[in-house]
């Protein structure tokens, strides 16, 4: 089946192949099997319904915005405390998937610097990490695998203690409702001293 993606999938044209002859796929046999080509494609929907596979999607960002507004807390603000802030389902952590969003953690610099992660998450749909890496403050966003950012702090972070801040704010661009151009990225620390 020849699908496009943003195309309804009952104007997808279906396809027959020979595998055991043509593991290629270039010599589509749909239009000399007919009757072979209407028995695969009831197969296949009576397996569909079987195994819950409709609606049929091609739109991950339109099936990850259904899952959201189902399974995801509906709320501006997730405060997180150590020690017990470790491995948080991606679905009960902050939305920040192509939406506006700034972060703060709370950290110790130690003489001589540090290194690692203040903050990740992550999926196959995307994420964010908040890190030091050679006395920078890094922050680093993948929307869907699509559109990634990284800000670098230009200054080096002083050691004691203070707020690492990071995000992003932009707007969706045009009609394309799954692009958005980022019109401001942000990453800075501020001490407590």
Do not use: C
């Amino acid at each position: 089946m020849g699908h496009h993606r943003d195309k309804p999938f009952a104007d997808d044209v279906w396809e027959l192949y020979n595998l055991n002859e043509d593991f290629s796929e270039s010599n589509n046999l749909a239009n000399e099997h007919p009757e072979k080509l209407e028995m695969l494609k009831e197969e296949f929907h009576k397996e569909a319904l079987k195994f819950n596979v409709y609606p049929l999607y091609d739109d991950m960002r339109a099936r990850l915005k259904k899952a959201n507004e189902q399974y995801v807390p509906k709320r501006d603000e997730f405060v997180f405390y150590p020690p017990g802030a470790i491995r948080i389902p991606d679905a009960y952590s902050p939305p920040v998937k192509n939406r506006d969003h700034s972060i703060t953690a709370h950290a110790t610099i130690p003489e001589g610097g540090a290194s690692g992660v203040l903050l990740a998450t992550g999926g196959i749909y995307g994420g964010y990490t908040f890190f030091v890496k050679n006395n920078r403050l890094y922050y680093e966003y993948n929307a869907f695998n699509e559109d990634r950012y990284q800000v670098v702090s230009e200054t080096e972070i002083p050691t004691g203690e203070g707020r690492a801040q990071g995000g992003l704010y932009g707007k969706l661009a045009g009609d394309d409702r799954r692009r958005r151009v980022v019109h401001q990225r942000h990453v800075r620390w501020h001490s407590e001293r």
